[in-house]
């Protein structure tokens, strides 16, 4: 049974920082891509970064130079730094494993809010 598990959002202040925790089990995880996506209220859900198996990111130009994507295989675990967090942030952060299969944690609620 394949799990992705997010952890890590709440509530930060503009210009704050938050780091998100995504687990996996069932899967041989170092073989996915792992990507970060969110989805604010009223919004499409949008792709913010992704990491191949082989450490190569791409990011959003809109979370460029803020967030950092990084995995630890010995984990099993894709991280999320985010850093200088604006309003516009503010949204549900899902994770997602591609390989030949896609799978989705069920995300995690970032609100940026003064």
């Known amino acids: 049974q394949v799990q992705l598990v997010e952890s890590g959002g709440g509530l930060v202040q503009p210009g704050g920082s938050l780091r998100l925790s995504c687990a996996a089990s069932?899967?041989?995880?170092?073989?996915?891509?792992m990507a970060w996506y969110r989805q604010a209220p009223g919004k499409q859900r949008e792709l913010v970064a992704s990491?191949?198996?082989?450490?190569?990111?791409n990011y959003a130009d809109s979370v460029k130079g803020r967030f950092t994507i990084s995995r630890d295989n010995t984990k099993n675990t894709v991280y999320l730094q985010m850093n200088s967090l604006n309003v516009e942030d503010t949204a549900v952060y899902y994770c997602?494993?591609?390989?030949?299969?896609?799978?989705w944690g069920r995300g995690t609620q970032v609100t940026v809010s003064s």
């Open positions: 069932g899967i041989i995880f170092s073989r996915y891509v």
């Open positions: 997602k494993a591609n390989y030949y299969s896609v799978y």
């Open positions: 990491i191949t198996s082989r450490d190569s990111t």
